[in-house]
């Protein structure tokens, strides 16, 4: 299992849904704590506003799955399906995703701060004006992916494959050009200057 930042032990859980049909059930508002969800059946799940705090998801499918306004607080994810998985405005501050299918996962708004994603496979994730402050994708492989408008301050990029990648109007100002695979990322104009000057270059007006 992937370990978290800083070496973070998971929360425990306290009781076991096991084995469920949640097939296109609608949460509105629910509330679930320190629950552990274990080869749930998720899939086209209506989430909204449903908060799930300090629990553990293993082997959950949540395909075509939507979730709206609604918190993952320092959850756990392992061996979890997200494809085609939809997230606008949702909070998911702190949790862990291990060794989790995220094809085609697109979110929308939202804060998904300290969130650990290292070594995701996010290639045809579409990810635009979400918080993803001191999150950590060491080793993510986002070539190609759409990046815009994220805030990636304080991120942990080493080794993160970058390349293709629609990144404009995201915040680089943490990041290291010379561990992250950039070829062919779309940049604007000021993430230039960032990235030239993180290279050590002077950048001066002609």
Known sequence: MADRKHGEPAPETTSTIRDEDWDGRDLDGERFERVAFIDVDMIELQNKGAVFTECSFRGVRLNASTHSAAAFINCTFTRCAFFDATFTGCKMTGSMFDGCTLD??????????????????????TITDV???????????????TLRRVDLSGAWLHRADLSRADLRGSDLTGLDPLTVELKGAIIDPYQSVIIAMALGLEVRDT
Not at 104 to 124: E, M, T
Not at 131 to 145: I, K, N, P, S
């Open 104 to 125: 085609l996962l697109k979110v929308a708004g939202g804060d998904w701060s300290f969130v650990g994603l290292p070594g995701a496979k996010l290639d045809s994730a």
């Open 131 to 145: 918080r993803m402050r001191e999150a950590d994708l060491t080793g993510a492989r986002c070539a190609g992916a």
